[in-house]
């Protein structure tokens, strides 16, 4: 074949590619959005139905980014805090860890969390590192519903922050595969607990924005 005609072949070869309808270009495969953990029983759901086990591998590892609006605390200055937390895959199904990096009116700090989820008890251990300068360890138990909603129930044991005792509770509502939200309240040195604010998480994952 002359050089003429290779030449001509390859013009006619690109603008044929060009021509293309966008499908028909490879395109990597989307990440698929992540799913409810009800399965789908063919038919309307019954009071006897058996609310499946959490799957905590199935909704947490993944980078979630979070926002939450605090008041005056001895855990710092009240305002906005911002961030992101990154639950890291475990490998035994009941060791976990988590990371956050997060910006808020005192400036940037960092928190580590180690998580034990006992399935069979339904039951949740979180031990946190803040750099904040507190730690604190936190218990709770997760229920659910046939709708598809799953609730923690968290409890710090006291801690020391900025000399005072501080106790939280935080209840964890997952609303969707990939938003949660917590309520959050606090009691200092013995005193009633007080709303401590609600915070949303939403997982970086295609298609999400906003909230639910």
């Known amino acids: 074949?002359?050089?003429?005609?290779?030449?001509?072949?390859?013009?006619?070869?690109?603008?044929?590619?060009?021509?293309?309808?966008?499908?028909?270009?490879?395109?990597?495969?989307?990440?698929?959005?992540?799913?409810?953990?009800?399965?789908?029983?063919?038919?309307?759901t019954q009071a006897g139905d058996e609310v499946p086990t959490f799957d905590y591998d199935a909704y947490f590892p993944g980078e979630w980014t979070f926002e939450w609006r605090v008041p005056?605390?001895?855990?710092?200055?009240?305002?906005?805090?911002?961030?992101?937390?990154?639950?890291?895959?475990?490998?035994?199904?009941?060791?976990?860890?988590?990371?956050?990096?997060a910006e808020g009116p005192d400036g940037p700090f960092q928190v580590s969390a180690?998580?034990?989820?006992?399935?069979?008890?339904?039951?949740?251990?979180?031990?946190?590192?803040?750099?904040?300068?507190?730690a604190r360890l936190m218990a709770g138990r997760i229920g659910g519903d046939l709708g598809g909603f799953y609730t923690i129930h968290y409890e710090s044991a006291p801690f020391e922050a900025?000399?005072?005792?501080?106790?939280?509770?935080l209840v964890t509502r997952l609303v969707s595969p990939v938003h949660y939200r917590v309520e959050a309240r606090i009691s200092v040195d013995g005193g009633p607990f007080t709303n401590f604010g609600?915070?949303?998480?939403?997982k970086d994952a295609p298609g999400v924005s906003g909230r639910d």
């Open 114 to 134: 180690t998580i034990i989820y006992l399935e069979g008890q339904r039951a949740f251990v979180r031990q946190e590192a803040d750099g904040r300068g507190t």
């Open 198 to 202: 609600n915070a949303w998480w939403r």
């Open 162 to 169: 900025d000399g005072s005792q501080v106790v939280l509770r």
């Open 1 to 44: 074949m002359s050089r003429a005609s290779v030449a001509f072949a390859l013009t006619l070869l690109m603008a044929g590619l060009l021509h293309l309808p966008p499908a028909a270009v490879a395109q990597p495969p989307d990440r698929p959005l992540p799913q409810g953990q009800i399965p789908d029983l063919g038919r309307p």
């Open 72 to 101: 005056d605390s001895p855990l710092g200055t009240g305002g906005l805090i911002t961030g992101t937390e990154t639950f890291h895959p475990g490998g035994d199904g009941r060791n976990y860890r988590s990371t956050i990096e």
